[in-house]
């Protein structure tokens, strides 16, 4: 069987590499052992939302004091701007607004009540802006450990807002965010459980924050429901993984992979390759089975879901394709903070069009690497995970298309 | 119950192993106790030691005398506090590069310290431990055990306070009173100031710092402090303490303890007592040393590595590169009425209570022979044995599977509750130790903001989000000692969980030591 | 000129490259777990009931407690086995297998499995029961009072899916068939297709045949697995070693061995050495060889269909079932489906349609079952298509009986494309 491109992983860049080359016009293979970590993302676009530890305004503004092979600096601000729009426009991004203006970030309120910059987010995510300054209601479900509500208020409470924290029995006794979300799903009426909420809501409610678990498929009815039910402004706060809001944007990747054709080979585990040259012209599976291909992109997803391997002498590997893994910095720094920044810094170099170096100076001609397999950025220091992979597999599916001609 | 007025004030400094055995000793005799600790119950090398209850048969060869001693308490401490302790045992093995002749050397010394030995069919400790070499061509079973410290320590204190004693947790001690070459005070300085304890003796067991505290004394104590570092294995990996069968030296135990199993230890000499910094190399060491019992150990999951440092008093003119008595020291600091007490080990920690309390009762001329060996800890008697298992099967007995607070140890939300309601403890680094919150795999990255939340729900003006930043930190930096395989994905996912959700910052400035000491 | 990447071994390019994992393996894969909970939010049980408290909690979390001590447990017992944790999990946990050892160990400690799973766990037997009179069987099951009476005695739900017992039609068509000579392939039919299903092993035999292959069908098929995923280890135990037997002279000659059951071929590939430790040359020979007939296809004869299919003009939903999420080759025969023109495909939403097996059919778990292929039936009552196909023969039976749509495997959709009218494909 063959393929224009086989992408490697179902990280968000993988998604976004395939949902473009589809659109295209291409045939697309996403080859992935397991789930990737929009599991655990807590919604919205994060592009840059820390610099040197303090919160940024203008994320495009900020690049220009990033490593020079930071993946913003090899895309440049314009590219950069139109992966973001694309996404903006696309079906994935769909019900992602911008709060702060097109190019300024905007807090999004986390379940331990601190502040998370990003550039947009769904409407129904709490943003510090709805929030200050009104009469809030923090809502728990009686039973879900996953939503530390009471360090929620906490903090808000310590900010001189006011806030009262209530718990309720969940709908259809499930205590897991998932168990709930189905249970919204699944509701026939989600506005009369929301109007008997009302008997236990302080009556001068002006926000109710709920954990992100109102429904994994009809979120956007049930929080109308809320909404008209309650009398109030209702907002999603995220939840610990498993995250509702980055399970959502993965189920409309999925939902718009399948729709326009694209091929999913879940479970199947790339563990090398034929090429000719500084060309790949398969792909080989654990199984033993290959796929020919034109272009390859790898969204593996770094260390954190297997894109990258470090063995106990701390040294870095890419298992897949056998890229040489660059380290900046020995894994074995002294400080949890400079360790783990060693982990996310190490990775695979890249030339502008997010192709690995073949031989000399020479990069691939059809591999991209994308997200946290590339070298020197740091998504937790930085909160941009979800910018850099839209930006990196956006423009690695434009690079191979561009590639494959016509 | 209370005697606080009977006898004689003794001020006894650090409330590790040691402190806790020397206060307990004393208030059996009637004195009127104090101790004082600078942190929680066995924060210092108390907790950070390899958990085991010594059969003693590790020094059979090189020490027999000791050796006896620690079989003697062992027996003792499993009386005293079942509940603390696991009777896991312990296996001597021969690997090919052990010498030949230790096997016999090493039954003997066993029978002659009386402790119980039998030497087992190598195919049957191979089929019986996976994991282990094939290579083993001697075995012995020795009854070693494992200890849980904080549990044993709380049990103690909790005696020594039913007696009418008083244990000051994180109060430092600061200086002396000394007028007239006599103890008259202790200063000290807590969370609300300080104080001063009117004292007519102290006993320095300040473990590692007992250097520190017998300068505050006046005095010199010459100590060695030998760091040890341990890595910790994600779960049991054997079922019983193996042991090389070889003169006791460095990298030679893996013991399955708690959910999890230690190997260790490196040995290297220290100048400061509150080190717990592991070097990288000394992490790769540690596994090629343990390469040759455990093969593959580099494929294993490892969740963290950490250091304790041994206190041991450096006897006068003893022979460089000779390696330093297990036994304990008392040393008498003269007519002023303070001692220090160093050295031995968690197992002995009874027996350096009652040697140090004969010293204290003959200073004030009390003819009162000790009875730390006979009383009985807990009230009821003792609980029952316990291990590991017990935190699972409870919460599959109660179905309350969704409600662990931690899951990786099995923690349901309202333990946590009651300590915090009952005790009033909510220092979540106090509550992880008393109920190992934030052991298992994740290290934190899920049971951290649940307790957050839990603490700040029951208290509103505790700083939960600072406690919630220092207890991620003290997590990593353990964690990040061993980020390879899993583990570093693990480390990577905890990152994403605190930073990209949570949105809590990571400096390593705001938590420089990122533990209580 | 070219670089390969990949450790080839000698199986290369056919099954399984990387070794077998045996019981051991799979306990230690308890420490990838970094508790990530991607797991619990695909496990289709734990997403209906609090019952179960899903794949992270009954696997790598419980197992390191139960390698301490022996622990008294039900968290294993509502896992169905269907494996969608273990093919989600990003880091390489073998999930299933762990709940499923463990499940073992409770049924050992419990003195044995019910009498009823002890039925379901040997469908050949009903299987032989049935041929011999299948007016008397279908009339029987048929008969609700018949069920109830089952269902009092063995604990069998009196609502399962039970299939339509068909003879020894397959078999027999066999007997009558001839082949040419061409390269040899062997076909596992499994017990649906000789005692429920004859059609799909009619279709997987013609297209085999007409792609130029000579077949071999070996005479017993049944690998076992209901008593493997139940935890009836030790039963299982023979009858797993006699089925490599059986199989090792085609292996040994290097043949392929298709299945068209899922589960079958997942179960020869690596239940056999996951569960019972079989990893000796023998069986891992036979595990290589082994390979789902539509991954075949995919891979060797793409672009026959590609070229050659007829119009099947059908509008069709695919349910990929989960058991072929082991296989580690994704969806084959959706792949392969896309390439025969005129067909308008839609994918199953649902990752699982509950029966996993033979879990639907216990009384106990029939009502989970029904909760977790709810969306299934629902979709499928929405679109109402022409054809549902699936891969799976226990979700097949599942799913005509649920939502009343005739359900087939791809082979025979397949079979139809390729204009071959030997086997009773469907009705126009
Ligand atoms: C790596 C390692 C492994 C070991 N393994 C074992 C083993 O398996 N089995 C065994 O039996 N033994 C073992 N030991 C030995 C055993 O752990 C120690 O002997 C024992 O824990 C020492 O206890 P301690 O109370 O003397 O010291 P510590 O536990 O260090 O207690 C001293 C206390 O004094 C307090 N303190 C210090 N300064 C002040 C101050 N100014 N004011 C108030 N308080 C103060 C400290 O906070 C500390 O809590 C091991 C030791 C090491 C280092
Ligand atoms: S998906 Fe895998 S790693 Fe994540 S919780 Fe489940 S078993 Fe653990
Ligand atoms: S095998 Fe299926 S039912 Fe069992 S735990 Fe895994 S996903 Fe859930």
Redesign the interface.
């Known amino acids: 069987m063959n393929y224009d491109v086989v992408v490697i992983g179902t990280e968000l860049d993988g998604w976004v590499a395939a949902a473009r080359l589809l659109e295209l016009g291409r045939s697309v293979c996403i080859a992935a052992p397991g789930e990737g970590s929009l599991h655990y993302a807590p919604g919205g676009l994060h592009v840059l939302g820390h610099l040197q530890g303090q919160p940024v305004t203008e994320p495009y503004a900020g690049i220009s004091a990033l490593h020079d092979h930071h993946p913003y600096r090899l895309a440049g601000a314009d590219r950069m701007h139109a992966a973001l729009s694309w996404f903006d426009n696309s079906p994935l991004g769909a019900g992602f607004t911008y709060r702060g203006g097109q190019r300024c970030n905007s807090l999004a309120v986390t379940s331990a009540g601190l502040q998370l910059p990003v550039l947009s987010s769904c409407d129904h995510q709490a943003g510090v802006e709805q929030v200050q300054g009104n009469v809030m209601t923090v809502l728990n479900f009686s039973g879900h450990r996953d939503f530390p509500s009471g360090l929620l208020a906490a903090e808000f409470i310590r900010n001189g807002e006011r806030v009262t924290a209530i718990a309720v029995d969940p709908p259809g006794a499930r205590t897991d965010s998932v168990t709930i979300a189905n249970a919204f799903d699944t509701m026939d009426d989600p506005g009369a459980w929301f109007g008997d909420l009302s008997a236990v809501l302080p009556g001068d409610t002006d926000v109710l924050l709920v954990p992100a678990v109102l429904g994994s498929k009809r979120h956007r009815d049930v929080i109308a429901a809320a909404t008209r039910a309650l009398d109030c402004t209702v907002l999603e706060v995220p939840t610990l993984p498993p995250c509702l809001p980055g399970i959502r944007l993965r189920n409309a990747c999925e939902r718009y992979i399948h729709e326009q054709a694209g091929t999913l080979r879940r479970g199947f585990r790339v563990a090398g390759m034929d090429a000719d040259q500084d060309r790949v012209r398969s792909v080989t599976g654990s199984t033993g089975q290959t796929i020919d291909v034109s272009a390859v992109i790898l969204a593996t997803g770094g260390v954190l879901m297997g894109g990258l391997e470090v063995d106990s002498h701390g040294k870095i590997t890419e298992p897949a394709m056998g890229l040489d893994a660059c380290q900046t910095q020995p894994l074995s720094k002294v400080g949890a903070e400079q360790a783990v920044d060693a982990l996310h810094r190490a990775g695979i170099e890249t030339d502008e069009d997010f192709r690995p170096r073949h031989s000399g100076s020479r990069p691939w001609q059809n591999l991209h690497v994308t997200g946290r397999n590339l070298a020197h950025w740091n998504p937790g220091a930085e909160i941009s995970a979800e910018g850099v992979a839209i930006v990196s597999g956006w423009l690695a599916a434009e690079a191979a298309h561009r590639e494959l001609g016509s | 119950m209370d005697k606080s007025t009977a006898g004689p004030r003794v001020v006894v400094v650090g409330g590790g192993a040691t402190g806790c055995g020397v206060a307990r000793d004393l208030i059996l005799r009637g004195f009127d106790v104090t101790l004082v600790e600078y942190g929680d119950l066995g924060c210092g090398t108390s907790s950070r030691f390899h958990g085991m209850l010594q059969s003693g048969a590790r020094y059979a060869v090189s020490d027999t005398v000791y050796a006896g001693e620690c079989m003697r308490e062992r027996r003792i401490i499993n009386k005293l506090a079942p509940e603390a302790v696991e009777e896991t045992g312990g296996l001597f093995v021969s690997l090919p590069d052990d010498p030949a002749d230790y096997g016999d050397k090493f039954f003997a010394g066993c029978q002659e310290a009386d402790i119980p030995v039998r030497e087992l069919d190598p195919a049957d400790v191979m089929a019986s431990e996976?994991a282990i070499s094939r290579g083993v061509h001697r075995a012995f079973a020795v009854p070693d055990a494992t200890v849980q410290p904080w549990r044993l320590l709380n049990l103690v204190a909790a005696d020594i306070r039913r007696r009418g004693g008083r244990v000051l947790l994180r109060h430092r001690v600061t200086s002396f009173d000394m007028t007239g070459g006599r103890v008259r005070a202790v200063e000290v300085e807590g969370p609300s100031g300080s104080l001063r304890l009117e004292a007519d003796a102290v006993v320095n067991a300040a473990g590692p710092w007992s250097g520190e505290i017998a300068r505050l004394l006046g005095q010199d104590v010459a100590l060695e402090l030998t760091k040890g570092s341990i890595l910790v294995f994600?779960?049991?990996l054997v079922?019983r303490a193996i042991n090389r069968c070889r003169m006791p030296s460095s990298f030679d135990i893996m013991v399955?303890t708690g959910?999890v199993s230690l190997f260790g230890t490196t040995s290297e000499v220290v100048d400061d007592p509150s080190t717990t910094?592991v070097r990288?190399q000394e992490v790769?060491d540690l596994?090629d040393a343990a390469e040759p019992m455990i093969p593959g150990i580099?494929d294993?999951?490892v969740l963290r590595a950490w250091a304790g440092v041994r206190p041991i008093v450096k006897p006068d003119n003893w022979p460089s590169g000779r390696s330093l008595p297990r036994r304990h020291t008392v040393i008498d600091h003269g007519a002023s009425g303070a001692f220090t007490i160093c050295g031995g080990s968690w197992t002995t920690h009874r027996m350096m209570g009652e040697d140090a309390g004969d010293h204290v009762a003959s200073f004030f001329g009390i003819n009162r022979p000790s009875e730390s060996a006979t009383t009985p800890l807990s009230p009821d008697g003792g609980g029952s044995a316990w291990?590991?298992?017990t935190?699972?099967?409870g919460v599959?007995?109660a179905q309350t599977?969704?409600?662990?607070?931690c899951?990786?140890e099995?923690i349901d939300?309202d333990l946590v509750s009651q300590m915090v309601n009952d005790e009033g403890l909510k220092r979540f680094h106090d509550l992880r130790r008393r109920l190992r919150i934030g052991f298992?795999?994740?290290q934190g990255?899920?049971c951290g903001?649940?307790l957050?939340?839990?603490?700040?729900?029951?208290d509103?003006d505790?700083p939960?989000?600072k406690e919630?930043e220092a207890f991620w930190?003290e997590r990593?930096?353990g964690?990040?000692r061993t980020?390879?395989?899993?583990h570093?994905?693990?480390?990577?996912?905890s990152?994403?969980?605190f930073?990209?959700?949570?949105?809590?910052?990571?400096?390593?400035k705001a938590h420089p030591a990122?533990d209580d000491r | 000129m070219t670089t390969t990447h990949l450790d080839r071994d000698s199986h290369e390019g056919r099954g399984f490259s990387v070794p077998l994992m045996t019981p051991a393996m799979v306990r230690q894969s308890m420490d990838n777990c970094t508790k990530c909970n991607v797991c619990q939010v695909h496990c289709p049980v734990a997403g209906v009931t609090d019952a179960f408290a899903g794949p992270k909690y009954a696997g790598p979390q419980a197992e390191r407690f139960r390698i301490i001590d022996a622990v008294d447990e039900t968290a294993p017992m509502l896992c169905s086995g269907c494996g969608i944790c273990t093919s989600v999990c990003p880091n390489d946990v073998a999930i299933t297998d762990i709940i499923t050892l463990a499940k073992a160990d409770q049924v050992d400690r419990a003195g044995g499995i019910g009498l009823g799973q002890r039925l379901l766990n040997r469908p050949e037997l009903i299987g032989r029961l049935g041929s011999l009179a299948p007016w008397l069987a279908n009339g029987v099951l048929a008969n609700s009072l018949f069920r109830q009476i089952a269902v009092a005695v063995t604990g069998v739900s009196r609502d399962a899916p039970l299939p339509r017992f068909a003879g020894q039609r397959f078999r027999r068509w066999l007997k009558h068939l001839s082949q040419r000579e061409g390269p040899q392939i062997t076909y596992f039919s499994g017990c649906a297709v000789d005692h429920y299903d004859p059609d799909v092993g009619i279709a997987a035999v013609s297209v085999l045949n007409s792609l130029g292959y000579k077949v071999t069908v070996p005479p017993d098929a049944c690998c076992s697995l209901p008593m493997l995923s139940s935890g009836d280890f030790e039963t299982a135990r023979p009858r797993a070693r006699k089925m490599i037997e059986l199989l090792t002279p085609s292996a040994g000659a290097g043949q392929t061995i298709v299945g068209t059951s899922t589960s079958c071929t997942l179960t020869l590939k690596s239940k056999y050495a996951a569960y019972l430790g079989f990893d000796d040359r023998q069986a891992s020979e036979v595990a290589h060889a082994v390979s789902d007939i539509c991954g075949y296809l995919l891979e060797h004869h793409a672009d026959t269909f590609a070229k050659a299919s007829a119009r099947v003009p059908k509008r069709v939903l695919y349910h990929g079932p989960c058991q072929l999420r082991g296989h580690h080759i994704g969806q084959p025969a959706l792949e392969l489906l896309r390439l025969v023109p005129g067909i308008t495909i839609e994918l199953s939403q649902a990752s699982c349609c509950g029966v996993a097996g033979t879990y639907g059919y216990d009384q106990e778990k029939r009502p989970i079952a029904v909760d977790v292929g709810r969306s299934l039936i629902e979709q499928i009552a929405d679109s109402r298509p022409d054809l549902v196909i699936c891969d799976s023969e226990t979700c097949r039976w599942n799913i005509e009986q649920a939502s009343g749509v005739p359900c087939l495997h791809p082979i025979q959709v397949l079979a139809q494309a390729m204009e071959l009218t030997s086997g009773k494909v469907f009705q126009d």
């Not at chain 2, 980020?483 to 899993?486: D, L, S, T």
């Not at chain 2, 570093?488 to 996912?493: E, G």
């Open positions: 996976p994600a779960h049991r079922t399955p959910t910094l990288p790769q596994l580099r294993r999951r291990n590991p298992t935190n699972y099967q599959e007995d599977r969704k409600r662990t607070l899951e990786c099995s939300r298992g795999p994740c990255t899920f903001s649940r957050a939340g839990l603490v700040a729900h029951l509103q505790f939960a989000q919630l930190a990593l930096k964690a990040t980020a390879w395989g899993h570093a994905r693990q480390i990577i996912l990152d994403a969980v930073r990209e959700n949570l949105g809590i910052r990571l400096d390593d990122g």
